[in-house]
């Protein structure tokens, strides 16, 4: 069984930094690539940042070169920090990742994270 597991969201002010990880666990065999994700209310989950296993990044128009997305290939873990927050980065963000794995045979597909708050003040 694959997970994804969040963590690093909260309260900050307009201007301040947040930290979030999602570590995957599971009989993995490889992931390719990670992303994050983000929805608030009344609009759709959209595209933050993502990675790919050789570490080639994208981001979104709204937060290039704010937000920086790494990634820890041996500990199955993908990171954003966050920095000059704004109040319209409020969002639940989710974790994303392609994932092959072993259960009684060699499988690929996403997988989410169960999403972390985030929430900037003005």
């Known amino acids: 069984q694959v997970q994804l597991v969040e963590s690093g969201g909260g309260l900050v002010q307009a201007g301040g930094s947040l930290r979030l990880s999602c570590a995957a666990s599971g009989n993995i065999l490889r992931i390719n690539v990670m992303g994050w994700y983000r929805q608030s209310p009344g609009k759709q989950r959209e595209l933050v940042a993502s990675i790919t296993r050789d570490g080639s990044t994208n981001y979104a128009d709204s937060v290039k070169g704010r937000f920086t997305i790494s990634r820890d290939n041996p500990k199955n873990t993908v990171y954003l920090q966050m920095n000059s927050l704004k109040p319209e980065d409020t969002a639940v963000y989710y974790c994303?990742?392609?994932?092959?794995?072993?259960?009684?045979?060699?499988?690929?597909?996403?997988?989410w994270g169960q999403g972390t708050q985030v929430t900037v003040s003005s």
């Open positions: 994303n990742a392609y994932i092959t794995y072993y259960s009684g045979g060699s499988y690929s597909r996403d997988y």
